[in-house]
């Protein structure tokens, strides 16, 4: 459930930044591509960053 | 002195640099668009429409694809967050004042905002599901991205971005 609710956020919120901020379709896909796994591999590294701690 | 003896630089040379400085060359000028009624009523319309239904306001400006995208992102998020997620919308609580900026996230929903105010649906608290602080994390940021969207159409309609 938690990797769903992540997944599920990066992948509307990548969406609407890349509307909003390309004007340029192939440069809001990519935008949106990069957007998404960089929401995704942020939150999984700093997630094991913070494992050690837990 | 120093200018009566520097000579200039011919013509020519100065016509063939100005091109080729990066600044000039790669920074389009900006459309200027007067304003007028016509103008001022669509960027209105386009405003009102794109914060009663998220996306809607792209739809007026004739930009479907963008207006489906950005509608099916905010939907999603905005019924994930109420159905599957459990969450509920903020409430204004005058004892604390900062209770104020989660009823603004959340007003930015616009239209499906002010619908669960007149349903009164997604108010009450449901701490048995065990997911709801993603649901109100899913509504708080999908009424923030409406705000954006709003602001998006509104430059689209007075032709700052295409």
């Not at chain 2, 630089?9 to 668009?33: G, H, Y």
């Not at chain 2, 429409?49 to 998020?77: E, F, K």
């Not at chain 2, 009164?120 to 649901?135: I, K, L, N, Q, S």
Request: with cysteine.
């Amino acid at each position: 459930m938690h990797l769903l609710a992540m997944t599920l956020f990066a992948l509307c919120v990548s969406t609407v930044f890349a509307i909003v901020t390309k004007e340029d379709p192939r440069e809001q896909f990519h935008y949106a591509i990069k957007a998404f796994f960089a929401f995704l591999g942020i939150a999984l590294a700093i997630g094991w960053l913070m494992y050690p701690f837990s | 002195m120093t200018d009566a003896l520097t000579p200039d630089p011919p013509a020519d040379s100065l016509a063939a640099s100005t091109p080729s400085d990066p600044l000039v060359a790669s920074a389009p000028l900006p459309e200027v668009k007067t304003w007028s009624p016509q103008l001022a009523l669509r960027a209105v319309l386009a405003c009102i429409a794109a914060a009663a239904i998220p996306g809607a306001g792209h739809a007026v400006l004739g930009r479907w694809i963008r207006a489906a995208l950005l509608c099916t992102a905010i939907l999603g998020m905005f019924l994930a967050g109420l159905f599957l997620f459990g969450g509920r919308f903020y409430t204004f609580n005058p004892e604390e004042p900062l209770s104020i900026f989660p009823v603004i996230a959340n007003a930015g929903l616009g239209g499906l905002y002010a619908l669960c105010v007149f349903l009164h649906a997604g108010f009450d608290a449901r701490p048995e599901v065990p997911t709801y602080e993603y649901g109100n994390a899913f509504l708080l940021v999908a009424g923030l991205l409406n705000y954006l969207v709003v602001l998006d159409a509104f430059d689209i309609a007075v032709g700052r971005k295409k």
